[in-house]
């Protein structure tokens, strides 16, 4: 036997080695799963195949299938997981230490606008996925209302926290700010509105109408 023979004989065996690497938690392929799907939803909308997301996922198109049952359960897992409020909370309990009250208020505009369009950019694609879920709602019943109130109760609680340091310059109580800071961006995302040409232009009337004029002349 040649030694190239021998060496590609150890490549493919290391290869092999490689590809069965040790295999995820259950939990850790579905998340993979949800995380893969969201990508490919946001770029080719509900038309995305399975075939598409256990490629992204680098594993058999049937692994899907021992985790979920069906495509429309993977999507509207994608649904369930972007409207859990711990995701946003962590991006929230993320931003770092701002310098003044204008950066922080700046810092949470973006959060939240960011995780805002990124919801409604993958609902508005998943209209089968968002049936599927109102399915799962209907049977669980009027609990997971409450559980949504609580958790965007949450949302408020954590951006609540990057403004306290700031409470003497807020015009309201940091609960409020962060409450209108939430309400407000969410409003401003609804597809009838008209926008701003110039986003930044949103921001800085959040700025004013929170802020207190001395923090905001410092700030120009």
């Known amino acids: 036997m040649r030694s190239s023979d021998l060496l590609s004989e150890h490549s493919l065996t290391h290869t092999v080695r490689v590809m ?9 392929r579905r998340q993979a799963i ?8 946001l770029e080719h909308g ?4 399975t075939r598409q997301i256990a490629d992204a996922c680098g594993i058999a198109e049937g692994t899907l299938f021992r985790v979920f049952e069906s495509k429309d359960d993977i999507l509207a897992a994608v649904v369930e997981q972007l409207l859990d409020p711990r995701f946003l909370i962590d991006d929230i309990e993320a931003i770092h230490a701002a310098d003044n009250v204008v950066d922080a208020v700046q810092a949470l505009v973006t959060v939240i606008d960011a995780s805002t369009k990124r919801v409604r950019s993958v609902m508005m694609a998943l209209h089968t ?3 599927t879920m109102d399915r799962r709602r209907n049977h669980h019943g009027p609990g997971d209302k409450t559980k949504f109130l609580e958790g965007q109760a949450d949302v408020v609680t ?3 926290r990057v403004l306290s340091p700031y409470s003497d310059e807020l015009r309201v109580d940091p609960e409020s ?7 407000t961006v969410f409003a401003s995302s609804l597809p ?3 926008k701003f040409r110039d986003p930044s232009i949103f921001t800085n009337l959040l700025v004013h109408a929170l802020v207190k004029e001395p923090a905001c002349l410092a700030m120009q």
Not at 20 to 28: G, H, T, V, Y
Not at 46 to 49: F, H, I, M, R, Y
């Open 20 to 28: 069965r690497a040790k295999p995820m938690s259950p939990e850790d």
């Open 192 to 194: 009838m509105i008209s």
């Open 177 to 183: 700010a962060a409450a209108f800071i939430q309400i």
């Open 46 to 49: 509900p038309a995305a195949t």
């Open 34 to 41: 949800i995380s893969a799907t969201t990508d490919l939803v």
């Open 158 to 160: 954590a951006m609540a």
């Open 129 to 131: 996925a968002q049936d």
